[in-house]
């Protein structure tokens, strides 16, 4: 497998040329320290880890996965030893608050680093992933005795943090859960019930892991309005940090899985362990939520950071394996053969993947800023109006991100021929890995129903008004550029069967119970198309304004790729939109025995 | 996962209804012994044994794998007993030259059973199909005498047959093969040389392999027109068919692949290994496109055969599996919630399935029985025609029925939720057995370029007539009915959008080098949304016909399907052509460093 490097210059132009990061970090006290010359620092750091330390385990951690030993979960060789050079360099605690220790930096850079870690190694990427989201859960809601105790250690990468959500009979319907809490005389709560898809449930990575567990009270309302959220350490803790007995939360067994294989999905098993409540009771899933915009935005970056690496191993392979000639004639032909770069079709599939993960970075950006506006900005229409676009503009990139990772690990794969299908050659290991992010943080299709029930429909449309505006203002920087045209055209077509297909939805799903969902699966395709045409003009009107500076090539290909995405990929939306335009009939006049 | 029953009902509904098989059975006369009646009891037989013997092995069978022990492949428990059954059955000779002990049995027949091989287990389907292909190249090839010593051996499942093609450094670009035959005085051949990705190179299921190789001899010409083809036996054998030495064709080792894991893919070294010419010197790529053509609808059956597969297993799930309530409100009170399949996402997925694979095992058959007229007819003018048509159709269908595979085993694996991703439960495992189908045989790429190159270009689009002509019969049919006008116009802009796609690409083809590659994969696939198009226009036809007979359902069911394929699948053709329109122009505009 070609090695991983960590597309620096890619990231900086997103990060300074298109989003202008340091002007924006300025503009608030919290995170008006952090420089472009911090920023280029942390990454060039993050990247050597990526490269050196993550990626060369990838494989084999692919082939050893883990294994359970007694109430043990080993991880891979090497899985060990690079999580404590993650923790060293301060990777856990990157994102942390600094009240506990954490280094604060915001969302717009953590986002590169994500995207790395699911570059290099997706298996290892969700031990430290899932601690960041355990953090941002007790940060914001848990007590400071809690904090004072967990958080710090956590942040130091001693500990480590897991979700403890799912149960055997229900994923997505979260109100059925059976695990139960009940109330000690010391304020805490004994645990009891079976979690099973829990990511990093038991390791031997850190000294102790810090479950986040969804039960009910005993007397708590039915369904999702009753849960509550706790925290279940593996050893307790006394008030000083120091580990105590260990908990009655044992891993039953370990999921043999189609990849993300050097990752431990555990069967876990609470047997009255002793946890304290984390918010208020009853509220344990507004609890979660708080964090599931960064986690969604994280999942949708495993499609990106997977896609980035299918595009390196594939380009690798396109210059170096020969096979057959060039439609124009040998360009090698002193060789038997030309690399297979020169044929079309290897082409297209390149210049997909490509189109996809320069755009989704730029998306992704985007999103990582409106969490940080809400997070940092001391304006408060200004955090409403980031909070829109981030409840609106979540769900898309995690399900259009990881959709187009499938595809787009897919085509990497494909360029190999035969070789694609050989795990030694580590194409097809980027499909079975990619494909999980589809699945997990809520699958696909429940994305598509939050972004079009929850938010389009429930705000009669109103929650897209910020997004539309954002859209209006690169319209007007493109179409200012004469040279821009076909992305001013582009992104006003992609809009308009956008707005079509909101409006036919806004009018529809009154009547017809079943329209939404019938339709909701190609509207955030629809949607997630518009967005990826709008980061296009962006990124065009920048490489047109550099285009005269000292790197012509790469602002060049910026619009070269840009084109491609125009004429190859965008014709999709109007397919969509025919598809949103006929609804559900279709969709529900089958009985359910004609099935 | 749910168990494998054999789509009996479709396949009669195809074969008899749709393409009234008896009608043209009794019109040749080597088929003509061949009935309804008959048809329908092999296929019962050929259920069960699928059924009962081959889909229980397919789970352990993945789990288990090949292993190389010392000069032998150990294939997965099970597998040994289920080839004998197979071949006791007859199987293994169905469609073979009744002149050597096969039973001539017509493709329209075949199609059926290898259909229901690659949902029951395609790793194991994969070890008589080659057979079946090494038996028709020796057939139409071979001497009358390796006829005989060969063909009723392999007919009657006591020897297997290998395809031996790809080196280590060419696989779609032959024409570099470096394996080399030195004749011998007695006529025959040594020949040496590495070849891999050999599927089935060596087992344990039969006394005997008999492997097809492409090698050159000493003085061949060079590329691909000096290229010959050779029989050379496992274990050598005598006159009488005794088997003797031991040929130096030895397994060198076995791949690690994504999936088809019970299947053995060898590398196989031939070390001065004795063997026989087939065919012409020089022509061995001739004698292998003989039978390229079944070869290859068979391998687009893997994509059909899985994905019906896959819809089974899904139904099963989405009518079992409870979570969250009907957006018409609850069908299920008495219960926690509803079974999933009243979610409209969920249909919308079950039903891209069903439409894909009733249109697909529509398309089969109706290439199956233009390869039975070419074989059968001794109308020449017919034999002609069919020809033209098989020439066309066959990479589409490999194509397109294998793309939609892993679409709709990915879509199946997806209604799952989390379980889809656990190997146990059988979802995932379709999805990394049907990828292989993109990929072998010629890539989905070189069977676009095949299409849009050596058949639509070259011939100047008159190839293309047949099939137009076919269309039209079809449209002529669906337009007498007036319930039917949705089908008339779906298949009307359908052909509308291919013919003008296809004088683009005859405009274009001439003057620019790369036009053809540039476009061709999104050709095909407009192709294959065509033929789809005109199978649902046929299916529609003979469901409203029958509709006020006692199978109401049945047939209702197969016009709403229809539907829904119109609805929802369909649309995207019109971006495929604006895709093809655009051409190559963006796809080569990249200088190779800018990748």
């Given at each position: ?141 848990a007590t400071d005795e809690l904090k004072r105790i967990y958080l710090q250690r956590i942040y ?219 997070k940092f900005s001391e304006d408060q229409a200004a955090v409403k109006r980031a909070e829109s ?155 047109q304004k550099n285009l005269n500076t000292g790197e012509k090539d790469y602002y060049q290909t ?38």
């Open positions: 497998m070609a090695d991983y490097k960590a597309p620096i210059r890619d990231m900086l132009f997103v990060l300074n040329e298109l989003f202008e990061a340091e002007k924006f970090w300025a503009s608030t006290p919290h995170t008006q320290d952090v420089t472009s010359d911090l920023a280029a620092a942390i990454l060039e750091e993050g990247a050597k880890l990526n490269e050196q330390v993550f990626f060369p385990l990838n494989r084999s951690g692919d082939e050893e996965g883990c294994r359970v030993e007694g109430t043990d979960v080993i991880t891979p060789k090497g899985f060990k030893q690079a999580f404590k050079q993650l923790a060293e360099g301060g990777w856990t605690g990157l994102s942390g608050n600094p009240q506990w220790g954490g280094q604060g930096m915001p969302k717009m850079l953590t986002v590169l680093f994500e995207e790395m870690l699911f570059s290099s190694n997706t298996a290892f990427a969700l031990y430290p992933i899932l601690g960041f989201g355990a953090c941002m859960a007790l940060d914001k809601h130091a990468g001693d500990w480590a943090g897991t979700m403890c959500l799912t149960e055997p009979h229900c994923g997505t319907d979260l109100g059925m859960i059976r695990s139960k809490a009940q109330p000690q005389i010391d304020g805490s709560y004994k645990i009891s019930g079976t979690k099973i898809f829990i990511t990093g449930g038991e390791h031997d990575l850190t000294e102790n892991l810090i479950h986040l567990v969804l039960a009910k009270l005993p007397d708590a309302p039915a369904g999702s309005a009753g849960i509550s959220l706790f925290l279940v350490p593996k050893f307790l803790v006394d008030a000083q940090g120091n580990l105590g007995e260990r908990n009655p939360a044992f891993v039953g067994s370990i999921e043999h899985k189609m990849g993300i294989k050097g990752s431990a999905t555990c069967v876990m098993n609470f047997d009255g362990a002793q946890g304290w409540l984390v918010g208020e009771i009853n509220r344990g899933l507004a609890a979660m939520f708080t964090m599931m915009n960064y986690e969604r935005l994280t999942i949708g970056l495993q499609g990106l950071g997977s896609s980035e690496m299918a595009y390196q191993h594939a380009v690798a392979y396109a210059k170096e394996r020969i096979q057959g000639r060039s439609a124009e004639g040998p360009v090698n032909s002193n060789k038997e053969a030309d690399p297979i770069i020169v044929h079309a079709d290897v082409r297209r599939m390149l210049l997909t993947i490509k189109a996809n993960v320069e755009a989704g970075r730029a998306f992704s950006m985007y999103v990582a800023q409106q969490l940080d506006i809400t676009l981030v409840s609106l503009l979540t769900p898309v990139a995690k399900a259009y991100f990881s959709d187009r990772g499938l595809e787009c690990c897919v085509l990497g794969q494909q360029i190999f021929g035969g070789h694609g299908y050989i795990r030694e050659w580590g194409a097809e290991q980027l499909v079975r890995d990619v494909r999980i992010a589809q699945i997990y943080e809520g699958t696909n299709g429940i994305q598509a129903l939050d972004l079009i029930g929850r938010k389009v429909v429930k705000s009669g449309g109103a929650l897209l008004q910020p997004f539309v505006e954002d859209i209006h203002a690169c319209l007007a920087q493109v179409e200012s550029v004469a040279e821009l045209t076909d992305f001013a055209q582009g992104l006003t077509s992609a809009l308009n069967w956008l707005q079509q297909a909101t409006e036919i939805i806004l009018v529809n799903a009154k009547q017809r119970p079943n329209f939404s969902n019938a339709v909701a699966v190609d509207y955030l395709e629809l949607f997630g198309l518009t967005a990826f045409a709008c980061m296009w003009a962006k990124i065009a009107y920048v490489a910026k619009l070269q790729v840009g084109q491609f995405f125009l004429q190859k990929l965008l014709p999709r939306g109007a397919a969509l939109l025919k598809s949103i335009e006929a609804g559900d009939e279709a969709v529900m006049a089958l009985a359910e025995v004609c099935f």
